[in-house]
């Protein structure tokens, strides 16, 4: 069975420093993706960064960046220059593609808040 | 080109009345996907239609749940009759046809039954 583990219930960072949000991942399967999600306060769920499981460079998406640790099954999150907009629930999730068809499995979840 | 859209945001109901939620995925995705949130836990995977076919409906708690996806362009979700525990945030994503495709999700519905 797959599993995601967000060791961290919340996390606080300073404007404008960069932020790391851990997860670690359970699967036996080779192929495998894995994602990160924003939910913000007001609910919506935001696709924010992909990582692939044979991808050989880390992700990057603006300020987002993925730190994949494929040996380790590690893919933190990675926000650099935090902005008061940051502040949010954000999930880290995994897939594995099962006859080209696939759910979600996610973690609990880190509450990120930003202070000015 | 707009996202997924749910109805209502909301909804607070009592114990054994049911309720209908409404999923309206991406235009052009043939995957649609019901996800659900209780409070405190992880988001738990429902299912999952491929146009107007159930592909997986492994995560349905029970058979108080029914999903919808007639003519494979929006979905719903009935709870009938709602219990205590099916509160929760549902969430419904779409992706438009591939493995690799990532998941696009709605704002989410708020159910609690009191």
């Known amino acids: 069975a797959q599993k995601i583990t967000q060791t961290q219930p919340g996390m606080f960072v300073q404007e404008k420093e960069a932020v790391t949000l851990d997860c670690t991942y359970d699967t036996s399967d080779q192929s495998y993706g894995l994602f990160w999600y924003k939910q913000p306060s007001s609910g919506e769920m935001i696709f924010l960064i992909y990582q692939g499981s044979y991808d050989e460079q880390n992700a990057t998406e603006g300020r987002y960046s993925l730190n994949f640790q494929k040996a380790r099954k590690s893919a933190n999150l990675v926000i650099s220059a935090s902005q008061l907009g940051d502040s949010a629930m954000y999930f880290c999730a995994m897939r594995i593609p099962n006859s080209g068809y696939s759910t979600l499995t996610f973690g609990k979840g880190t509450m990120l808040l930003v202070s000015p | 080109e707009a996202g997924v859209t749910q109805f209502p945001s909301h909804s607070v109901i009592e114990k054994g009345q049911t309720v209908t939620l409404r999923c309206d995925p991406i235009s052009g995705h043939d995957n649609l996907y019901w996800y659900r949130r209780v409070m405190g836990k992880e988001i738990k995977f429902l299912l999952h239609?491929?146009?107007?076919?159930?592909?997986?409906e492994s995560g349905m708690p029970n058979n108080r749940f029914l999903a919808e996806r007639t003519g494979g362009t929006y979905s719903t979700l009935k709870v009938q009759p709602a219990e205590l525990e099916d509160s929760g945030v549902y969430f419904c994503a779409s992706s438009r046809g591939l493995a690799s495709d990532t998941q696009y999700f709605g704002p989410g519905t708020r159910l609690t039954v009191l």
């Open positions: 239609f491929v146009k107007e076919s159930k592909q997986d």
